[in-house]
């Protein structure tokens, strides 16, 4: 069974970095056609593709948020790793991982329980 | 951006009913690439169909995907208790693979 969990900060502070991990279980991040994503959701609204990043370290980002994302991995962690500049408020919401569905299949399944920040002063 | 658009944006209906939900894109997705999630209170999405019609592993067969270019549907045949939450669709033909706004299924 494949699980995924985020953990970081519940509290950041507005213009300070965003630092969130996700620890996979249940399958190698070096394997094959592994990919995982974020993705981001605020009450009441769509959820946000945000970024993500595959087994041979091919990474995607979401334009709109592009220049304040980076996506990595820790392989002797089986980790990934998100990071993002200059928070804003509106960047509070519950921060999801989820396994991608492959190279050319981008949907997401399973999902990690979600972990929930707050930007505020 | 591709947009997606989802309605009813709330859904009435009750157990052993059958449920329509629409999804439809602002552009062509090619090869059909769209995703239903449903998602239940205080949890994180769960996949049901990618492909537009394909059964994620460990789906019940009640729930069905059809449709392709630029109209979704996803088909509920028989309600269940636990099938009353909120849905949503996602394209990953074109980046940035972007979501619905959603349908509530409430009783």
């Known amino acids: 069974q494949i699980t995924l969990k985020e953990s970081g900060p519940t509290l950041v502070r507005p213009t300070e970095t965003l630092t969130l991990t996700c620890t996979v279980s249940?399958?190698?991040?070096?394997?094959?056609?592994?990919?995982v994503g974020w993705i981001r959701q605020s009450p009441g609204k769509a959820p946000e593709w945000l970024a993500l990043?595959?087994?041979?370290?091919?990474?995607r980002y979401n334009p709109s948020l592009q220049t304040r994302l980076a996506v990595s991995m820790d392989t002797s962690k089986n980790q990934v790793v998100l990071t993002m500049t200059y928070v804003d408020p509106v960047d509070s919401g519950t921060y999801f991982c989820?396994?991608?569905?492959?190279?050319?299949?981008?949907?997401?399944?399973?999902w990690g329980q979600g972990t929930l920040v707050a930007v505020s002063s | 951006e591709i947009v997606l658009t989802q309605s009813p944006g709330t859904l009435s209906l009750s157990p052993g009913d059958r449920a329509a939900l629409s999804c439809r894109a602002s552009e062509n997705l090619g090869n059909d690439y769209l995703a239903w999630y449903r998602q239940k209170p205080g949890q994180a999405p769960t996949l049901l169909i990618y492909?537009?019609?394909s059964r994620a592993t460990g789906i019940p067969d009640r729930f069905s995907g059809s449709g392709s270019g630029t109209d979704f549907t996803l088909t509920i045949s028989r309600l269940e208790p636990e099938d009353f939450a909120l849905y949503f669709c996602q394209q990953y033909s074109i980046s940035p693979y972007t979501f619905g706004q959603g349908t509530r299924l409430e009783v």
């Open positions: 990043i595959y087994w041979d370290d091919h990474k």
């Open positions: 989820a396994l991608v569905g492959g190279l050319w299949a981008q949907w997401f399944g399973p």
């Open positions: 492909g537009a019609s």
């Open positions: 249940g399958l190698s991040l070096l394997s094959a056609g592994a990919g």
